[in-house]
């Protein structure tokens, strides 16, 4: 039942985002046949509250804050998996689900440090912002950083990009300023300049804090050291297998 209530509280979650509440909604996004038996559950353990007369359901404050550790979770999940592991095509989104029933408090804050406390998904989704986003955190030691905490003549590549709009990405793709190409800092002032394919390109502040970059370490080594296998702890073992639909247990009325 445990993994059912989370599905259920992430897809409410999800609906809260998109504006919607109905159950015909819920049906939709689920990825796991409905069972009213679950929202009974989750409206007795004061997790939601649903509304029978107009078909509606939604989550309590104390729902809310837990569906919202949950899909951070999820989508700290997907970044790793998706960036980090470089786990390729659509498999990273059934692994990320599993792999966030495993993630402990601590590991959560580890990876999102590790990171660099990303702001949205792969999927461009926001990220629920943590405990140690809001302090900055920068005690796990990563090979990951903002372009702007780069020293000028340190060289990386670029591991992922946090764009206000498509219009802003697709801008930077075409400066060559994608994931995996290679670039170096060249001034922090009055504008960033950074080689990038062979040309200098001039950044304002808030376009290079976006880009996130994997840097390249004095003695040319590029890769995950022994603090962050700490801080991933057993991700990179095993594989994540995607998640069985469950069979529906009875008819509902909802």
């Given at each position: ?7 259920y ?24 046949p409905?069972e009213?038996e679950v ?16 078909r509606?359901?939604?989550l309590?404050?104390?729902g ?12 700290l999940?997907?970044?790793?998996l998706?960036?980090?592991l ?23 804050e ?9 702001r949205?998904?792969?999927h ?5 912002e ?10 796990v ?17 670029v ?15 075409g ?18 300049v950074?080689?990038c394919?062979g ?11 976006n ?7 004095a003695?040319?080594h590029?890769?995950?050291d022994?603090h962050?296998?700490r ?14 639909r ?7 009325s909802?």
């Open positions: 039942m445990s993994n059912k209530r989370d599905e509280l992430e897809a409410l979650f999800c609906l809260k985002e998109q504006g919607r509440d109905s159950v015909e909604d819920l049906r939709t996004i689920l990825d796991i409905f009213g929202i009974d559950r989750l409206v007795s353990d004061n997790l939601a509250v649903f509304d029978s007369q107009n509606v359901a939604a309590t404050e104390e809310l804050a837990s569906a919202r550790e949950l899909v951070r979770k999820h989508r999940a997907e970044r790793l998706h960036d980090v470089r786990v390729q095509g659509k498999s990273f989104e059934g692994e990320a689900c599993v792999f966030e029933h495993l993630m402990a408090p601590q590991l959560v580890g990876i999102c440090t590790l990171l660099g406390h990303p949205d998904c792969p461009g989704l926001p990220i629920p943590g405990e140690c986003c809001k302090r900055n955190e920068m005690m030691p990563t090979s990951v950083a903002h372009l702007t905490n780069l020293a000028v003549s340190q060289t990386g590549h591991a992922y990009i946090n764009c206000q709009d498509d219009a802003q990405l697709h801008r930077l793709n400066l060559q300023l994608k994931p995996g190409v290679e670039i170096t800092l060249h001034q922090k002032y009055p504008s960033y950074v080689e394919e040309g200098m390109i001039a950044l304002d502040e808030l376009i290079a804090n880009i996130c970059i994997w840097k390249i370490p003695d040319g590029q890769g995950v022994s962050e296998e801080a991933l702890g057993k991700s990179k073992k095993g594989r994540f297998w995607q998640r069985r469950e069979s529906s247990s009875g008819a509902s909802y």
